[in-house]
């Protein structure tokens, strides 16, 4: 009797000392435990695949996994968000998300997907707006932009990254607060676009400070998003500077499965803010232009409400709301 009372004993004491390791310490103990397929819905050499390599070097770092990049692009990122939700809903499939293409694309009602499909656990940073012209070019400055396409209406072409996209809703804001009409060209990404600005294919871009930084050399920016003047660009004024209430650009962030369980959804989204506060991490989006945002799943409904307020005003603009 004396014998199976002590292994009673040791057995409990076991169990006790097993959930508390699974109770204490790294509240990732259990996940990641192989690697992360990480979907990208744009081509590789933009912005969403930048920042995704980013985040990659920090992950192994932290998980000792790999966070595998894979690149999906098509239809503005629509392709992929359309299969967000065929995909397991275990953590090891995540969707890199954009603002505003999330709300403006069903509006248009020709994507297989609704906002609402897709739940997003997490908004990480976002990119500046900026206008950048290439280096030969004879705008010299946000005026003379606003000057010649009041001067020749439709005849000043602005490239940007996708339809109903951040820099298509940023070129409409142009038209609006400028009093003008330009002609948007989309590329379905910023790398692809870059070719045509640079060899003079078009008028200018509307992009981001990333673009303006990666192409420092063969570009010229005139006018930026921010709140303050860009530490890298402390020549170029801010649209506020000019008179203009413009502060925005592209948000990006990672969405799950909607089969995903709720403490899944927070176990990634907890994740990502963390990566989020690496010193590397931050000093690498930092340099390539990348604000940082730390928008975690308990924020997510309020920040997508208010979000969609702000983008359904434009979408009356670009005829997207009837």
Not at 199 to 208: F, I, L, N, T
Request: glycine letters at 10%; charged letters at 20%; one cysteine or more.
């Amino acid at each position: 009797m004396k014998s199976i009372a002590i292994r009673v004993v040791l057995k409990s004491l076991f169990v006790v000392g097993v959930l508390g390791a699974l109770g204490s310490g790294d509240s990732y103990a259990a996940f990641p435990d192989k690697p992360v397929k990480y979907i990208i819905p744009f081509a590789p050499g933009g912005e969403s695949d930048i920042a995704g390599r980013f985040q990659q070097l920090v992950f192994k770092k932290k998980f000792n996994q790999e966070l595998i990049i894979e690149s999906k692009p098509g239809a503005g990122g629509a392709l992929a968000w359309s299969q967000t939700n065929t995909f397991p809903g275990d953590g090891y499939t995540w969707m890199s998300t954009n603002l505003p293409h999330l709300v403006l694309q069903p509006m248009e009602g020709v994507v297989q997907y609704k906002t609402e499909d897709i739940q997003n656990v997490c908004f990480y940073h976002y990119t500046p707006d900026a206008i950048v012209v290439r280096t030969e070019s004879p705008f010299k400055t946000y005026q003379d932009v606003v000057k010649a396409a009041k001067a020749m209406p439709g005849a000043v072409t602005i490239a940007g990254s996708g339809t109903n996209s951040a820099n298509h809703v940023a070129t409409e804001r142009f038209n609006g607060v400028a009093g003008v009409k330009t002609t948007y060209v989309p590329f379905k990404g910023t790398g692809d676009l870059v070719a045509s600005l640079i060899g003079g294919h078009v008028s200018m871009a509307m992009s981001y400070v990333t673009l303006a930084i990666a192409q420092k050399s063969t570009t010229r920016m005139l006018a930026v998003a921010t709140e303050n003047r860009h530490p890298q660009f402390p020549d170029v004024p801010t649209f506020k500077e000019l008179g203009i209430d413009w502060v925005d650009g592209a948000y990006r962030g990672i969405a799950l499965p909607k089969s995903a369980t709720p403490e899944l959804r927070k176990q990634v989204s907890d994740i990502c803010l963390d990566i989020n506060k690496d010193p590397d991490f931050r000093k690498r989006m930092a340099d390539g232009g990348f604000e940082l945002v730390d928008i975690g799943v308990d924020k997510m409904q309020a920040f997508m409400a208010e979000r969609t307020k702000a983008y359904t005003e434009v979408a009356k603009r670009m005829g997207l709301m009837k």
